[in-house]
């Protein structure tokens, strides 16, 4: 029983230490300016106030960059979930010449780190002007091979009887991937949307390397760039981070069951 | 039949498409540009970059920036990578245990560092570390530990992103530890428990065991993850102070993309390639080994 007690004990105040940075994120967010460098340091506000995110949205226009933020996750997450569940499918139901090849040449071909590409991708998009457009964060997300990988192995699990019976009921091959298919595998698909929208939002590396103007920026580039003028502010990078942070929470709260269940599964596989 | 081929490549055709001319062509032409001079003055224009051989590859053999980045991102691979497995392995029993309620709630709890935006967490630990206004050095006064500069000192930077990307990271390898737990059947405990084996037996012997496809698929991607070490350091140090936590990202982005040194920075990007490869490697023959 005391055991029990102090492992309870133990595992609420690792929990409090987890979860500390982002108390004191939000507290900080919403303290006046120069509020959050006092030594000792508040732990909460002593005057609550919305300075610093009128000062975002106001005067540095985050409120653009949330917008550019959101419109290339959606639109990245819905056309790869696209691309990604009819490949994932056929891999998984079609029999064709070089198909282990081609399947075995994309698992391995995870190895490589997506810096290698980055480079030529560069040069690619800059000769036909894309880049610093929402085209160079959306053709390279357009399709990838984790989620392919994920759709095919669920896809296994779909009784051939179900497709074979369709066909002999005159439905094409685009109705069975969409009227069988898409609804069996909506579970993973949901798994894998959440993985591309949280990987797009998050993603820094591609979307500043891509993106050069601060209109175009996502919320981590445009974050990163205010750090550079505002070291001395935490205020309002508080408040910058948790706008920034608080979609992806939200959207993983809201589908979690999901997310976790997609970790086990690539983890299990693997 | 034939129908059915043409089909299965209509479905295959979008994303095979798209990831031959915007992953495989890149890989590729990347390998080639590692080859050339490819400067500012390519740019314009594609064909001033001349063909040089093995020149950049020597030259990083001989640039002191290249080996300290090198150094750095080791230093981080072999440090962070071991602890954070440790730490989510530690979770992961903790909550596997039957004594404890409310499972879900740690689980969640524990899990939410690694949804969160990197950039953003990074910026909120640069205020955490803080040498004078920081609540860690605050919280580390209580046990009568003295300030510490921690992104200013050279020696305590990389500590400091250590422990900031363990935080990170451990809700993950948690949650494929815990389904990799939970996949030991319970008679081989039990068997143990008869036979009067005490925990620490049970853990060396059942759990390490048991887990090892697990705890190698665990490694094999927190290596990966952790050798492409660059928002940490671009946030919170910019690689300082002296250059103690530029990683080798960090410097193929300074060379490609602030230089424009772009042969230079392919070549950056392929040995870190080849490092990764032989780092899986390894670990493949390591775990093989051990089974035996």
């Known amino acids: 029983m005391i055991k029990k007690i102090y492992l309870h004990i133990f595992l609420i105040v690792s929990g409090f230490i987890t979860l500390a940075p982002f108390i004191w994120m939000i507290s900080a967010s919403f303290m006046g300016d120069g509020h959050a460098s006092v030594y000792p340091p508040r732990f909460l506000p002593d005057v609550f106030t919305l300075e610093q995110y009128h000062h975002l949205f106001l005067r540095l226009n985050v409120a653009r960059n949330f917008f550019n933020s959101l419109f290339l996750a959606v639109t990245v997450t819905l056309i790869s979930l696209f691309f990604n569940s009819m490949a994932g499918y056929a891999f998984a139901k079609y029999r064709f010449r070089g198909k282990n090849q081609i399947f075995n040449l994309l698992l391995s071909s995870m190895i490589i780190p997506a810096q290698v590409t980055m480079l030529p991708l560069f040069l690619m998009l800059k000769s036909i002007g894309f880049i610093n457009t929402y085209f160079a964060i959306i053709i390279p997300g357009l399709a990838n091979i984790f989620g392919i990988f994920l759709i095919r192995q669920y896809a296994l699990s779909i009784p051939d009887s179900l497709i074979e019976a369709a066909r002999i009921d005159g439905a094409s091959d685009f109705m069975i991937y969409r009227t069988i298919i898409l609804p069996l595998c909506l579970p993973i698909l949901i798994t894998l949307a959440i993985f591309t929208f949280m990987g797009t939002w998050n993603d820094f590396l591609w979307p500043l390397i891509a993106l050069t103007d601060d209109s175009m920026y996502t919320l981590p580039v445009a974050l990163a760039n205010l750090m550079g003028e505002h070291t001395k502010d935490p205020e309002l990078m508080m408040a910058g981070s948790v706008i920034t942070i608080i979609p992806v929470l939200v959207v993983f709260l809201a589908l979690q069951k999901y997310y976790i269940k997609g970790i086990m599964m690539s983890g299990v596989k693997g | ?292």
């Open chain 2, 1 to 292: 039949m034939r129908t059915r081929i043409s089909t299965a490549y209509f479905f295959l055709a979008p994303a095979l498409t798209a990831i031959f001319l915007f992953f495989f062509i890149p890989v590729i032409a990347a390998f080639l540009i590692s080859f050339t001079d490819f400067d500012i003055y390519s740019l314009g224009n594609f064909s001033n970059a001349r063909f040089i051989g093995l020149r950049n590859y020597l030259n990083l053999f001989q640039d002191p920036l290249f080996w300290q980045a090198l150094k750095n991102t080791f230093y981080f691979v072999i440090v962070a990578g071991p602890l954070s497995i440790a730490v989510s392995l530690g979770a992961a029993m903790l909550l596997n245990s039957r004594l404890v309620k409310f499972k879900g709630i740690f689980r969640l709890t524990y899990f939410i560092p690694v949804v969160t935006t990197l950039v953003a967490v990074a910026i909120v630990w640069r205020f955490i570390y803080h040498p004078r206004f920081g609540i860690l050095n605050y919280m580390l006064g209580f046990i009568g530990i003295n300030p510490i500069d921690w992104l200013g000192n050279p020696d305590w930077a990389m500590p400091a992103i250590i422990l900031m990307a363990v935080w990170k990271n451990f809700g993950y390898n948690m949650i494929i530890f815990i389904a990799g737990l939970q996949n030991i059947p319970e008679y081989l405990y039990e068997a143990a428990v008869v036979e009067g084996a005490n925990a620490w037996q049970k853990f060396k012997n059942i759990t390490i065991p048991m887990l090892a496809p697990t705890t190698l698929f665990v490694s094999i991607i927190t290596m990966i993850g952790f050798f492409q070490l660059f928002a940490e350091p671009y946030v919170m140090t910019q690689g300082g102070p002296l250059n103690r936590t530029l990683s080798i990202v960090q410097y193929m982005y300074q060379e490609g993309f602030r230089w424009w040194n772009m042969g230079y920075s392919a070549a950056i990007a392929f040995i870190l390639f080849f490092i990764i490869f032989l780092g899986t490697l390894i670990q493949f023959r390591v775990q093989k080994s051990s089974e035996i």
